[in-house]
């Protein structure tokens, strides 16, 4: 009997420690890594985060599984800026130039540089991207567009690129792998000008009798016409090379599961940037009409029919519960952005940022609070944080994670809070400094927060843009706010709390000494 005893318990002790031994495994396995970006989905765009008029079930399913953020940010709330951020773990307005970029403009991103996908190669991962760019190419405005373009997204860290250059609503309207367009004529060369007409291609403020979807007044998508729609800037040629919108999704959707399939017996790191639900709203026939929202709700139907895609394949090739799925969005919600798409007229109630004031463009949450679930089946546990945590801080965190150190110079804004995004922890980051749109100039107006209070200094901005239906958070007085009890920023706290404005208005001045 005795002897059963101790039998059994070695048994359960050897048990134990090979079970505990395989966890401890698990844990310090390098996770295949997909960054998914949406790109203008709102805070309330997401049945997960409380929208009633819409179903993103495959989304739900994620965060469900994972971590589902609930003071999660991007740096800027408008695309570029935010996006220069992510991948270089420094506050863009640090370094000039990185506004909304026009299509032709020169590569940002410094190329001697570490970046999320540098470190991601450094730990020895086969890394991709896939998707909008709108980081810039070449190493100057005037590009021959007819012959490979670099320096790009390769020489930034990335093995191998399946892009468009800037965004949908913007030329040249091609698609590029690695440094060529892809289905380039030789005999139809492609020009590209943002200030003058090239060519002969009609433009949407010449012949709006042949547009499929019309332009908003005054927000420049009146340019040249590809596939019925008007764009921002000038083009001529690569006729076959062009896109046709229904297709861009599906289109980015095969490349990434492409580069999915072939990488799935290594490391990987794909950077999966989605157009929706920016515009020209203009999703597959197989979702037009389906959301009762109008085309942009479609959009994001399509949006979360692509996410579930991708977890059906890792799911097939059996390697889900060891993949690291990252889906956030880089700025806030906008309706009205340049195409008379009834996004506002089918709203139909449906809240796209949720209580929050504001939108893309605006130093207001709605500006810069985003989505952003993280789901790691070998490791993290579900579960909803309100830990501060921003897109900014992945690169410090990421090398933690991976072992691999990089110079606080390399990034210097970049904070490691990878308890945090792993749902081990709710403290994540105490100071965020958030960036409105341009009304302002270049630069856009900044704000700060801290331990849930927010300091927005008064400024001479427009308040509202009457272009975009979007307040801006620009005021001729000081605004505070304690986002603890006030995260719709509906009660302005400054005249009540001076010195916690003194404090702030220090704060953010001391934090924002340029440094290039």
Known sequence: MIK??????????TFSFYSQESQNKQISAKPNVIFIYADDLGYGDLSCYGATKLKTPNLDKLANQGVRFTNAHCTSATCTPSRYALLTGQYPWRKSGTGILPGDAALIIPTNKMTLPKLFQQAGYRTANVGKWHLGLGDQVAKNWNGEIKPGPNEVGFDYSFIFPATADR????????HKVVALDTNDPIQVDYSSKVGNDPTGKEHPELLKMKSSPGQGHDNT??????????????????????EISTTFLEKAKEFIEENHKKTFFLYFALTEPHVPRMPATMFKGKSGLGYRGDAILQLDWTVGQIMKQLETLGINQNTMVIFTSDNGAVLDD??????????NGHTPNGILRGGKYSVLEAGTRVPFILSWPDVVKPKVSSGMVCQMDLL???SNLLEQPILKEDAPDSENTLETFLGKSEKGRTILIEQGGNTLGKGGTLAIVKDNWKFIPANDGISYDQLVGIETGNANEPQLYDLNEDLGEKNNLAKKFPNKVNELAKLLKEKTQIKE
Request: glycine share 14%; charged share 15%.
């Open 396 to 398: 410090a965190s990421f």
């Open 171 to 178: 030329v040249p309207s091609v698609f590029m792998e690695n």
């Open 225 to 246: 016409i590809v596939n019925g729609i008007g764009r921002i800037g000038y083009m001529s040629g690569g006729n076959k090379a062009r896109w046709v919108d229904e």
């Open 338 to 347: 340049g195409y008379q798409d009834e996004a506002v007229s089918q709203l």
């Open 4 to 13: 059963s005893i101790i039998t059994g318990c070695l048994t359960l002790i």
